[in-house]
C-alpha cells in the first residue's frame, strides 16, 4: 500500500494530483504547519529530509516531488503521462520557476514582520535583493511558461498521446496556483491565467483538492 505525507497549502499537492490522475489506491496523511510555516517534527521522523511531500511504497521511501512524480508515472503509469518535453520542463519548473517564487514568498513575509515604524531602515537590505534580483528572475521565469502557454488550450507540453497531463503538467500546478491564486504575482498574462482555470476544472485536480485539506491557492468563491 502507498502512503503519502502530505503538508497543508504545499507542493505535496502535486502528488495527490498524479495518485489521484493515475486512479492509484493510496493512504493519505495529512500535516498542519507549526506556526512558523515550517513542517511539525513528525515529518522527520518519516524521513530525515523532514519536508513534504513524502511517499513510501513498500519498501521504497522517496521524498523530492519531481523524484516521486517520476517513480509513479514509471511504475504506474502504464507508457502514459511522458512526453520527451517534460526533462526541460519538470526541471525547469522546480529548480528555477519555484526558486525564484520562494525567495520572493520568503523575503515578502520577513518584510511583513517587521514592524512598520522600523521598516523604513530595516527592510532596505531585503527590499533591495527582492527588486535588483528576485523580481526581474521571476519575471523572466514567469515569462518562459507563459510564452509556452500562450495559445494553447490544453496541457503544458500538449499532453502524451492520449490527452492525458504528463509530468511537466504534475510539476507545473503547484507554481501556477501560488502564482494566480496567491496573490503575490501581478500582471500575469492570460496563458497562465487560462491554464489555471483549465486546471481547476480538471477532475481529478478537483479531487486533489478537495483531499489536500487546507489550501489556500484556489480561486476564491463571490
Ligand atoms: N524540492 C522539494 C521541496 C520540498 C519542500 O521544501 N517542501 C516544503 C513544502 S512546499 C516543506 O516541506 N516545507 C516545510 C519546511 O520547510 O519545514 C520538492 O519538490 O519536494
Redesign the pocket.
Known sequence: MITLHH?EN???IRIIWVLEELGIEYDLKTYK?LPS???PPE?KQVDKL????ILVDGSTSL????AIIEYLVSKYGAGNYTSPDDVFWKHYI?GSLMSFCVFKLVLSISIEKIPVLLRPVMAVVPRMILSQWVEPNLASAINVVENQLSNKQGWLVDGDSRGNPTISDFMLAFSVDVLVYGGRADNLGPGLQSYAQRLHQHPSYVKAIEKAGDYRYQKKEN
Open positions: 503538508l504545499s507542493r505535496s504547519r510555516g515550517l513542517a515529518l523532514g519536508h513534504a511531500p521524498s523530492e516531488s519531481g522546480e
